[in-house]
């Protein structure tokens, strides 16, 4: 990975990645009903081939040999194959709640309650963090302080 570059040679063809989210099926995969799992997140693939949608995303076709498929991934969705994993409850896009009241210095600028959605997913911080947007600014806080949004619909990560 050349960590110097945001272009589409970010990750060169052969090369190990591992997703960062669950990849499911959006109704381009084959054989697959909508929503179907098809590569777990923290699964390590190979980059075969680099292309467009859109004219303005790169896409990354990653072949995960052990789930027997190949699918289109994001560069966010992406890194080394060889960066340390550490799994989260939550992914990029996810809508949460704080549990509790956020402060800073003292002055509570996100209620407990406050909705916000999940905008980074800092793997490499203990405890393991999010940049989450609130309505009006965006926070770094632990997981241990999200709860989801709606937790009828939202699927737990799985082991």
Known sequence: MNE???DEGRFEYGESVRVTRNVRNDGTYPG?????????????????EMGT???????????FLEHGCMVGCR?????????PWNPSRFEFRDQVVC?????VQGNVIVEKGTQGEV???????EPLQYHVRFPGRTLQVPESVLEPADPKNFREPED
Not at 75 to 83: N, R, S
């Open 4 to 6: 110097d570059r945001f």
């Open 32 to 48: 697959k009903e909508i929503g179907d799992l098809l590569v777990r997140r923290g699964s390590v693939g190979n980059v075969i």
């Open 53 to 63: 949608f859109l004219q303005d995303q790169v896409i990354y076709t990653v072949h």
């Open 119 to 125: 905008l980074k997913v800092l793997r490499e911080l």
């Open 75 to 83: 560069l966010e969705e992406l890194i080394p194959g060889d960066a």
């Open 99 to 103: 549990s509790i009241d956020l402060g």
